[in-house]
């Protein structure tokens, strides 16, 4: 090839022979020289994503008298890890805990400043909600469940207050650690350190330490809709966890109330806080829900929530132990928390959080490896956006336009679309190879091989997107090469760039426009990228053969460590996720098509210089390479086996809810009609199908939808307890002995009264309280018209065919009150004298281990060790009214 150069300030352009330093000829090495960099930003960015500070001790009161000290924090959560399990209705939780945290908060009440004043109150209450889950309508109602709230009371008592929330029950089989008990502990600290400060804060701060939210989210609703003390809050910081360890981020806020961003720019020390994960959480990709939803919801106030993300795969098991935690998390999340709290209970914006102009626009925020947190209002981002997309555009083409005068003009615009061809074929072929690869994993019964070893992501997925961009850009340079060309290869390739710039603007402005606040990623990306060409424009380097390259180098430098913490991110994020998604998904897709995006954001403007290499197969071949050698490992040893035990310190076990399960079915009359009993297995993730039929093995187990109950009896007669987790998932049955059971709940029938000629109620009694569920099938043309639950009936859900009402109900302490409960049906016919309604109530034993039979014992023990199995006993009546 030729190139060409300008004489003097003619602006006419001769050829140049190939040994004046054409860039052609640079060292084929290069290319994995850009690898390299890929890899070195990846490893950088992987530092400061896991990096935490050194944790404060007893030792450092004296240095820091107003510190958040780690070590005491720690020391309450061991206590409360030591509890082990803690759900709901359990003694650990309604006593041990609750005791213990009452104890802590009666020794800070007793070591407060005397200036301050520091409120408890215990609240034990009783209500019900409406709600919906998964697009999965039910009832929730509880009784009985527990709220120990504490209130330091600020300056102006009557000013709104801060609010700060975590929950300290758990779920079956997992003590918790991170899963409340941690952030309660922080809490704990963070009451310590406030009420010794010699001067009262500006305003209040409520402390809620809810006894149910697993349940789901109970506690909190009665906090808010009963507590005299709700109506004081303005906002509030939510506490979670959705990992064991690593960084909080801030994943929810608002919704609107931009001033909370504002608050949380200015306090924060250590930022971890993406409107991207909001987006993402809120759209559903993520299987759980917090106590966020019902302040927002039900109490229509403004909050913040966070969550420790990392180590997903502990999160609910028996590993979310203190174990697997360190003294750094808390310290860093005690030091942004404590910060936060400070400066919202002292802010002009918390006074004014209930006036309505407050409460208006969105904010988009983000922060750069924890080094840098930016926000803006969405009108502002919008601005941004559109300045930088023109820009991006206008910029670079005016300054290349300029160096080869109108003479080459044409060329730019040609090669510019060049450059965009390449970047749009390289991007769908490597989503679609990543999407092939997930496929042919899944079909040789290799789905998840990266589930423990992540590593081997790099090879299966972003190796072969990033050989997909860099055979598009080889086509490209093959088929469209113009010889004649009066642009230099330099040229050529910045202006490929300007292709690449209208890429990332095609993407960048419908998102913005659409009200898509993540399109600041994107946004960001191509930023650099204008950046590299207005100090290019500036210089004068566009006509040079080194200089430019050495600048866009440095700017992608900077790209790609912001492209690679969102890898980390996501895949830290969506690999655990990826074991507790059911089976019905690949997960191979997910992960592959994030990877390939992320790999489209490292690389888009890298593989472009691949025109510059005197040989671009020797990077092919090596990538090539790299991909059989993951799929090797992935395929024929064990480093592709997805679960690993504990023997590390780093379990990342495959999950399995078992019940065992006994069913009772009544005809009309009331009369027993018949029983069954056996097992019942959930279908965690993609491999758990397998497991399953290993441990029925020689016995075959039943899909649950396949079950000879599905012909006659309400839901299958499969005993539900929470539909948003199992009606989502396969089931699978396998007939067995049933449990031994101390006690049940009981729904008793008083009878009936028939209110209008086409209105009937119904009357029951209801004993027990252990955790429990009503399932309420309305018979063909009669329809629930109301009852006692709630003031109105929440609409009924759908499974295999038939809509019934679905019920959840949870005890928390026990009562020896029966419950009253009323249903009024309605049917056309004024005449009518059928049955109304199929009615099944199922109860749910948790934490029953030492009452577990023989055989349920024998049945978990087949289990590999690193199989996590939460064992549970269900009876399940079916009754016909």
Same mark, same amino acid.
């Not at 349940?215 to 979670?240: D, K, M």
């Not at 109301?786 to 679905?806: I, M, R």
């Given at each position: ?463 072969? @997107? #990033? %050989?997909?961009? !860099?055979?598009?850009?080889? $086509?490209?340079?093959?088929? =469209? ?5 009066? /642009? ?122 691949? @025109? #510059? %290499?005197?040989? !671009?197969?020797?990077?092919? $071949?090596?990538?090539?390479? =790299? ?5 090797? /490992? ?122 209008? @000629? ?124």
């Amino acid at each position: 090839m030729v190139e060409r150069r300008k004489r003097g300030g003619t602006g006419k352009v001769e050829p140049v022979g190939e040994d004046e330093n054409n860039l052609h000829k640079l060292d084929s090495q290069m290319g994995m020289f850009g690898v390299v960099l890929m890899l070195f930003c990846g490893t950088v960015s992987s530092y400061m994503f896991t990096y935490l500070p050194d944790a404060l001790t007893t030792a450092h009161l004296k240095s820091y008298p107003g510190a958040f000290i780690a070590e005491r924090a720690w020391d309450n959560l061991q206590v409360l890890n030591d509890y082990g399990p803690k759900p709901t209705g359990s003694e650990a939780n309604e006593k041990l805990a609750a005791d213990y945290l009452k104890r802590q908060i009666e020794l800070i009440q007793a070591s407060k400043h005397r200036n301050q004043e520091l409120l408890a109150e215990h609240q034990v209450v009783s209500g019900g909600y409406p709600i919906s889950f998964m697009g999965n309508p039910l009832t929730s109602l509880y009784r009985n469940v527990q709220n120990l709230v504490v209130k330091l009371v600020g300056e102006n008592a009557t000013s709104p207050a801060l609010m700060l929330n975590c929950h300290f029950d758990t779920v079956a089989s997992s003590p918790g650690a991170s899963d409340d008990g941690a952030s309660c502990c922080v809490m704990l600290e963070i009451m310590r350190v406030l009420s010794r400060e010699p001067k009262r804060n500006q305003h209040s701060v409520i402390f809620l330490f809810n006894g149910a939210e697993e349940t789901p989210l109970q506690a909190a609703h009665g906090f808010i809709t009963q507590h005299p003390w709700a109506s004081e809050v303005g906002a509030f910081l939510n506490l979670e966890s959705a990992g064991s360890g690593g960084k909080e981020v801030l994943f929810q806020s608002g919704p609107q109330h931009p001033w909370m961003i504002d608050v949380y720019a200015r306090a924060i020390r250590h930022p971890f806080a993406h409107a991207a994960a909001e987006e993402i959480f809120q759209s559903g990709l993520i299987p759980s829900d917090t106590d966020f939803r019902i302040f927002r919801d039900f109490g229509n106030i403004p909050g913040m929530d966070f969550a420790h993300m990392v180590e997903g795969y502990r999160y609910h098991t028996k590993f979310d132990n203190i174990d697997y935690l360190s003294l750094p998390v808390l310290q860093r999340t005690g030091d942004n928390i404590l910060a936060l709290t400070r400066e919202m209970i002292n802010s002009e914006e918390l006074a004014n959080s209930k006036n309505e102009e407050n409460a208006k626009g969105f904010k988009v925020f983000y922060d750069f490896m924890g080094l840098l947190f930016v926000c803006y209002s969405s009108d502002v981002a919008v601005t941004i956006n559109s300045l930088v997309s023109i820009l991006a555009i206008l910029l670079p083409y005016c300054g290349l336009s300029r160096s080869v005068r109108r003479v080459g003009e044409a060329a730019i615009v040609k090669e510019t679309i060049y450059g965009f061809v390449a970047t749009v074929l390289g991007t769908i072929v490597g989503l679609l190879t990543c999407l092939f690869i997930g496929r042919q994993l899944d079909s040789m019964g290799r789905a998840m091989s990266w589930f423990s070893t992540p590593y081997l992501v790099l090879g299966l997925y972003c190796c072969p @997107a #990033l %050989l997909a961009h !860099a055979f598009a850009q080889i $086509a490209v340079n093959k088929f =469209f090469a113009d010889k004649k060309s009066v /642009l230099n290869l330099s040229q050529v390739v910045q202006s490929r760039f300007i292709g690449v710039n209208l890429f990332w603007v095609l993407l960048v402005v419908p998102l913005t426009f659409a009200g898509i606040h993540s399109a600041y990623i994107f946004m960001i990306v191509l930023l650099f990228s204008l950046m590299s060409s207005l100090v290019s424009v500036l210089l004068g380097y566009q006509n040079t053969v080194r200089r430019w390259l050495a600048v866009h180098v440095a700017f992608q430098l900077v790209t790609m460590l912001w492209a690679t913490q969102y890898y980390h991110m996501f895949m830290k994020l969506f690999i655990p996720i990826s074991g507790r998604i059911g089976g019905a998904k690949n997960p191979e897709y997910l992960i592959g098509s994030i990877a390939a995006l992320c790999m489209l954001l490292v690389s888009s403007y890298i593989v472009p210089l691949i @025109a #510059l %290499l005197k040989k !671009a197969s020797e990077l092919t $071949a090596r990538l090539t390479v =790299f991909i059989l050698i993951a799929i090797l /490992l992935a395929c024929f040893t064990q480093v592709g086996f997805p679960y690993r035990d504990d023997s590390a310190n780093a379990p990342t076990v495959q999950r399995h809810y078992v019940t065992n399960v006994i069913r009772i079915f009544h005809d009309e009359n009331g009369n027993y009609r018949s029983s069954d009993s056996g097992f019942l297995f959930r279908e965690m993730d993609r491999n758990s199908h397998r497991m399953i039929r290993g441990v029925a093995s020689p016995q075959t187990i039943v899909p649950m939808r396949s079950m000879s109950t599905c012909e006659s009896e309400i839901f299958c007669a499969v005993p539900f307890y929470s539909m948003w987790h199992q009606i989502r998932f396969d089931n699978f049955w396998l007939p067995g002995p049933g449990p031994d059971l101390l006690t049940m709940n009981n729904l008793l029938y008083e009878g009936r009264e028939k209110l209008t @000629a086409n209105r009937t109620r119904l009357y029951f009694t209801f004993e027990g309280s252990i955790q429990s569920s009503l399932i309420i099938g309305p018979k063909p043309g009669v329809k629930l018209a109301s009852w006692s639950l709630l003031d109105e009936v929440t609409p009924p859900t759908e499974f295999n065919g038939q809509k019934a009402h679905f019920v959840l109900i949870t005890h928390g302490l026990p009562s020896a009150e029966p419950w009253e409960i009323t249903m009024d049906f309605e049917h056309d016919n004024p005449d009518y004298d059928g049955l109304f309604a199929d009615v099944a109530l199922v109860t749910t034993f948790w934490e029953t281990g030492p009452n577990h039979t023989t055989q349920f014992n024998e049945l978990i023990q087949k289990f590999p060790p690193w199989a996590h199995v939460i064992p549970s006993v269900a009876a399940m009546t079916v009754f016909v009214f």
